[in-house]
């Protein structure tokens, strides 16, 4: 079975925006994905209806093959902007990741076992801030509460790591840290991820799978090795398009 079905996603906005086009894809256990795409190609909104953010006009989304329908606490989420609690720890951030595994009272009354206090520690281990766990995440660069931030989608255990242009707001040399620590993480945890990047030249490092959108539409599927720049400039300008250098120096 695989480990995400998507089968003939269509998403439409309103009456005219076609957003998702007949989308169908299938993921095995531990992939790491890289959805590539121009602006407004749809990649966000495919995110979204991965993690049940987002109902489809038409199709399905089947996870360990269970359709989603509506938020799954084994689907996690990174965003593009940090979204940390600044005036927290990266431990205490990082611990918030089992709040979505808890129970509703455990929530409330913020309690944690011993084993959620153990799993914060690991993933802070996994994304190199273990020694960096007591500092409050307000004092940390861009990069460092990105990687906050996927730890925290590691405590919280998923089936499915989400990441919707996780490094878009770092300098490349953060960017590519970040894409680093996230892709050693799942494949510390056979954990299946896709990331959308609009950065070809820092995806293409570590996706082992490209997925180009454009238009609604997947126009890619391969390996890095078939990621040529015929191929990039097809994804982002249609066949025939303009200069793909311009999109690889981007
Ligand atoms: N909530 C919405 N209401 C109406 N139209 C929307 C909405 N969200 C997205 N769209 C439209 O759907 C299409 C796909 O948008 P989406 O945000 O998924 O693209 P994207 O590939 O993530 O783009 P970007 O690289 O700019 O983030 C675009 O035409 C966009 O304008
Ligand atoms: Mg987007």
């Known amino acids: 079975m695989p480990a995400v079905s998507v089968q003939n996603l269509r998403k439409t906005y309103g009456e005219d925006v076609v957003a998702l086009e007949d989308i169908s894809f299938e993921i095995e256990q531990g992939e790491f994905v890289v959805v590539l795409g121009p602006s407004g190609a749809g990649k ?15 199709g399905s989304v089947r996870i360990n093959g269970e359709e989603v329908h509506g938020r799954r606490s084994d689907v996690a989420m990174v965003f593009q902007l940090h979204y940390v609690i600044e005036s927290m720890s990266a431990y205490r951030n990082a611990l918030t990741g089992a709040l979505s595994r ?26 190199g801030l273990l020694s960096e766990a007591e500092q409050r ?11 906050v931030g ?12 989400l990441a919707d242009e996780p490094v878009a707001s770092l300098d490349p040399k953060a960017a590519t840290e970040v894409m680093g620590y996230m892709r050693s993480a799942a494949k510390e945890r056979n954990l299946t991820t896709i990331a959308s990047l609009h950065q ?22 391969g390996t890095e ?7 990039v400039d ?9 200069d793909p250098t311009e999109v690889l120096s981007a």
């Not at 996927?150 to 790591?161: D, M, T």
């Open 44 to 58: 966000s909104t495919l995110l979204r209806i991965l993690n049940g953010l987002t109902t489809p006009t038409e």
């Open 102 to 127: 808890a129970g509703l009272l455990e929530s409330m009354l913020t309690w944690y076992d011993e084993d959620d206090k153990h799993a914060a520690l690991d993933a802070l281990d996994t994304v």
């Open 137 to 147: 995440t307000g004092s940390m660069s861009g990069g460092q509460k990105q990687r």
């Open 150 to 161: 996927i730890a925290r989608a590691l405590v919280q255990n998923p089936a499915l790591l």
């Open 200 to 221: 070809v030249n820092i995806g293409r490092e570590f996706g082992d799978r490209f997925i180009g959108i454009r238009d609604g539409k997947v126009v890619f599927d």
């Open 225 to 231: 090795e078939d990621l040529t720049m015929e191929a």
């Open 234 to 242: 097809d994804i982002y300008y249609g066949e025939g398009g303009d």
